[in-house]
């Protein structure tokens, strides 16, 4: 673990990595904190600027980085509700901001990308035991058995609101962090896998606690389709997988022989896909809102209602549909493929497709088993968030994708800004 925290390197990238470190850790907790170090990083990389990085800003990898931002900036042109639209970009400007901080520093993030992750890793495992001892402190103080903390009162938010975060958002960080530790399991020596078994099964139960159903199903799906893609030892791969579906096995035992956990991840998934509420809810489906949603794409399906519409748009339709505690809400589309088909039409949506493949492609090339964690986490969670309208998905999506890919070889074909300056990161 010293490895981790001291380094040995220039002073300037020390102090990167250190801030980097800081992003990392804050990311479970209130966005003031990622936000204050990701000012700090900026501030850093313009004071250590140096000429030959300048050319660096100018890369395809940079390009399908920032597409996203970009695309809505261009999205702005046809939209009536420019104001929403540029709040919207304001919330995503991180999109921008760190693939531009990533190529101006000089630290070899190849180097340090595993250290990066084990921040992460541990501050969500910290952050979770926190969330289990506050759990059953109010078990205690109130008296209740010991069994209610598997209650709906200690389940998905309610699970997560001590620290302030959406459910979703921190079994992200929590499932990415699960990858992350699997893999340091499978690399490291037997001394150190009894304390990163004890850390996989926090994040795991945690993962069960916060009952986030596209979370956990990627998580499983990870575990045991992709991950043992990326096992080069037939022996070892054969173990994983049955690892992998023995611990899914007793994961969706529990799920169905728990009653809250049945009530929130099948029945309210079934909700979620009906046409009309349930008796004595009144909820509406998630399926009514994406038809709603549906209903506008058809309307304009090329370029869509420009960026800021999504929100004004699909509250008048949810009037109009009497979906009036969509309405009061005004929830979005919680699906940010269609998302993207709102605000900016097929266009949009082929750019976010292709920004996608592309990771895909890096993630296959370079051999990168947490970069295509990753990449399912995103595709997986897309169907039932926007995860580009919340800070915490943002930093997600900004940080990580810039992170696998300046960690990873260029793409196929393509120089990196010259010659010399590969390099010299190459030596570092």
């Known amino acids: ?77 046809w939209s009536d509700d420019k104001s929403q639209g540029i709040k919207d970009l304001q919330r995503q400007l991180a999109i921008l901001l ?35 001892a506050d759990a059953f402190r109010v078990i205690l103080f109130y008296d209740m058995p010991l069994r209610s903390i598997l209650s709906i009162s200690f389940i998905n938010h309610n699970f997560s609101e001590p620290v302030g975060i959406h459910a979703t958002y921190l079994s992200l960080y929590s499932a990415l962090s699960l990858s992350v530790v699997i893999q340091y399991f499978i690399e490291e020596k037997k001394s150190a896998r009894l304390w990163m078994g004890l850390i996989m099964l926090i994040l795991l139960a945690g993962l069960v606690q916060l009952a986030s159903k596209a979370v956990l199903i990627s998580a499983l799906f990870y575990c045991c ?55 004595n809810e009144i909820a509406e489906p998630r399926l009514s809102r994406w038809k709603i949603a549906w209903q506008l794409v058809g309307k304009s399906p090329a370029l869509g209602y420009g960026y800021g519409s999504e929100k004004r748009l699909l509250n008048e339709k949810y009037f109009e549909n009497k979906l009036y505690q969509s ?68 930093f997600l999506y900004a940080f990580f994708f810039t992170l696998f890919i300046r960690s990873g070889k260029p793409f196929a074909g393509i120089k990196r800004f010259t010659k010399k300056t590969a390099q010299e990161s190459l030596m570092k």
């Open 1 to 77: 673990m010293k490895k981790i925290f001291i380094i040995n390197d220039t002073l300037e990238n020390k102090i990167t990595y250190y801030h980097l470190a800081a992003f990392v850790i804050f990311l479970p907790f209130d966005r003031l904190y990622s936000e204050l170090a990701l000012i700090s990083l900026l501030l850093h990389s313009i004071i250590h600027v140096k000429k030959n990085r300048l050319r660096s800003l100018f890369t395809l990898q940079n390009g399908l980085l920032t597409a996203v931002f970009l695309l809505g900036v261009l999205a702005l042109a």
């Open 98 to 132: 760190l693939p531009v901080i990533f190529s101006l520093l000089e630290i070899n993030f190849t180097r340090y990308k595993k250290n990066i992750l084990l921040f992460l890793a541990v501050s969500c495992t910290l952050t979770i035991l926190y969330l289990y």
């Open 225 to 279: 389709v992709i991950l043992p893609f990326f096992i080069k030892q037939p022996a070892l791969r054969k173990r994983i997988i049955m690892v992998s579906l023995t611990v899914s096995s007793l994961v969706i035992f529990s799920i169905i022989h728990i009653d809250t956990l049945k009530r929130r991840y099948i029945e309210t998934f079934r909700e979620d896909l009906a046409h009309i509420p349930p008796d």
């Open 327 to 394: 309405y009061l809400l005004e929830l979005n589309a919680h699906n940010q493929y269609l998302s993207f088909l709102i605000k900016t039409g097929m266009l949009g949506l082929f750019v976010f497709l292709v920004v996608l493949i592309a990771g895909i492609r890096a993630a296959l090339q370079n051999k990168d088993s947490l970069f295509a964690c990753f990449l399912i986490l995103v595709i997986f969670v897309s169907f039932s968030e926007n995860i580009l309208d919340v800070n915490k998905g943002i």
